[in-house]
């Protein structure tokens, strides 16, 4: 097959991680595979982590001046380059970048009534923090794709698909490679310690990996942190490491907290094995039983988890891997205890990492993302949507 992806930057986001995983598996299994971002980045962020057959696209030579022409500069893209959009299998879209190119691209095809790829898209925001409206919206656009994946179980997205049976829809869980989590050597994990500013004196460090982003909630980790810190006084020390447009409020509120010397904040993560070398806890966000791609390299590292649960409405389960809780006071209290018992953490971590190497593969993904590649096309193939019937 042919297949394409489509984001917004090759940076260190999970989503993007996660495209660029599939496109590296998809390529050793013999696809040509594509992937479009609006503008070039610093390699070290992501694209030079990709396999050197993966072709990238990039829709403009630099950072555009705007936010909006960063979507205007889409539409002429995509007429410039529809013959070779046309030729195209698989076209699979992720985020909101990622979205209004491929409804765009379906519009022209609808209009142009030519041969097109499946366009897939994989909704990377399930159980954040949206507005209503915008959800609206996106479910709106959602509608016109020929399959729409889901990461994890949603209330609303559920009765979205429920109610669109004719919409291929299914849930297909994160993965991560396993080949590039090896271990941090002693003299590199010290290094990095003193370079956050974390003291010798230190005995505990908790921590965090992810984009600040308002719809991510960065802010809850810090009652937690402020409880811990009570508790633990300066044994503990705190990591939120990311960068994103919450950075700086996310500083002014450590301030608030009083935590400015016990949370360490060092910016963009490029290589998520050193901050997570030096946690003995890790805490993520879970919607439901399903957590982030950091979280799930932090248990495949041997960190214990515990989650941040984002759902109202959700109950934690015996078979839960990760531990999870709304209350955050009993979420800083369960992480106390299991920093005081290293016998239980040593205990909860090998499980974690175990269950990760049995359910969360990089593998298990992929084919179940091609399984549905082949599934949509076939169906776009038979509803004779694709059949040329004009020149481009």
Aim: proline letters at 5%; glycine letters at 6%; one cysteine or more.
């Amino acid at each position: 097959m042919k297949i394409t992806h489509t984001i917004p930057l090759l940076t260190k986001g999970g989503a993007e991680r996660v495209a660029a995983d599939l496109a590296n598996y998809a390529v050793s299994s013999g696809h040509e595979v594509t992937i479009i971002a609006a503008y070039p980045v610093d390699a070290a962020q992501l694209s030079g982590t990709l396999h050197p057959s993966v072709k990238i696209v990039y829709v403009s030579d630099k950072m555009p001046h705007t936010r909006w022409s960063l979507y205007i500069s889409v539409f002429p893209w995509i007429w410039r380059n529809r013959k070779w959009l046309a030729q195209q299998d698989i076209l699979h879209c992720h985020l909101t970048y990622g979205v209004a190119f491929g409804t765009l691209a379906h519009f022209m095809f609808a209009v142009l009534r030519c041969k097109r790829p499946a366009i897939i898209e994989t909704y990377h925001s399930v159980g954040m923090s949206i507005p209503a409206s915008l959800q609206w919206a996106h479910a709106r656009l959602a509608e016109h794709f020929d399959a729409f994946v889901l990461m994890a179980e949603d209330k609303y997205w559920g009765e979205f698909t429920k109610r669109r049976p004719s919409l291929l829809s299914a849930i297909i869980y994160n993965g991560i490679s396993f080949q590039r989590l090896t271990d941090v050597d002693l003299i590199a994990r010290e290094r990095y310690r003193r370079e956050v500013g974390i003291p010798d004196n230190c005995r505990y460090i908790v921590g965090a990996v992810g984009r600040l982003r308002p719809d991510r909630k960065p802010w809850l980790y810090l009652p937690i942190f402020a409880y811990i810190a009570n508790a633990l006084g300066s044994d503990v020390h705190f990591i939120i490491g990311g960068d994103g447009p919450e950075y700086d409020n996310m500083r002014s509120l450590i301030n608030k907290y009083g935590l400015d010397k016990q949370v360490h904040m060092p910016g963009l993560i490029l290589d998520s094995r050193l901050p997570l070398s030096i946690m003995d806890i890790y805490i993520t966000l879970n919607v439901g039983p399903v957590t982030g791609i950091a979280a799930l390299e932090a248990a495949y590292l041997k960190i214990p988890v515990l989650a941040i649960q984002l759902r109202n409405d959700y109950k934690a389960r015996p078979k839960d891997w990760i531990w999870s809780e709304k209350n955050l006071s009993k979420v800083a209290s369960e992480t106390i205890k299991l920093l005081r018992d290293q016998a239980k953490r040593r205990v909860l971590s090998s499980q974690q990492a175990e269950y990760i190497r049995s359910h969360h593969t990089v593998e298990s993904m992929a084919k179940a993302y091609e399984d549905l590649y082949k599934v949509a096309l076939d169906r776009l193939r038979s509803s004779g949507k694709s059949m040329k019937r004009q020149a481009l």
